[in-house]
């Protein structure tokens, strides 16, 4: 019943912008912490940023800070990242992820408990 659908990939040049989506359904999308995740060519699964519930905490890997932003609206379900100043290096294919993480290991794909099934960004150099 819980589906996390991700939207607004694409190809852009370095330097370019994309604004990714994230629907959320069948879970209480106010009472689950947000999150992002990356897995590029031949890379393992990398955590990208989350969101918190309540205080709204953000928090970024660093190859990302600086660039990235993610954001929440609970009216409409839908989590967001906004991506500027993109690199080839953030080629890969982006996740959303939900859950009810407890404790400092949320930049770890194991606490999270629901995947989108992922979303290509392609930046070209």
């Known amino acids: 019943q819980v589906q996390l659908v991700e939207s607004g990939g694409g190809s852009v040049q370095a330097g370019g912008s994309l604004i990714l989506s994230c629907a959320a359904s069948g879970l209480s999308f106010s009472s689950s912490h947000m999150g992002w995740f990356r897995q590029g060519p031949g890379r393992e699964r990398e955590f990208v940023s989350a969101i918190r519930i309540g205080t709204w905490d953000r928090h970024y890997a660093e190859p990302v800070q600086g660039r990235f932003i993610i954001s929440r609206d609970n009216a409409k379900n839908t989590l967001y990242l906004r991506m500027t100043s993109l690199k080839p290096e953030d080629t890969a294919v982006y996740y959303c992820?939900?859950?009810?993480?407890?404790?400092?290991?949320?930049?770890?794909?194991?606490?999270?408990?629901?995947w989108g099934q992922g979303t290509q960004v392609t930046v070209s150099s």
């Open positions: 992820t939900a859950g009810a993480v407890t404790g400092d290991n949320y930049y770890t794909a194991t606490p999270w408990q629901y």
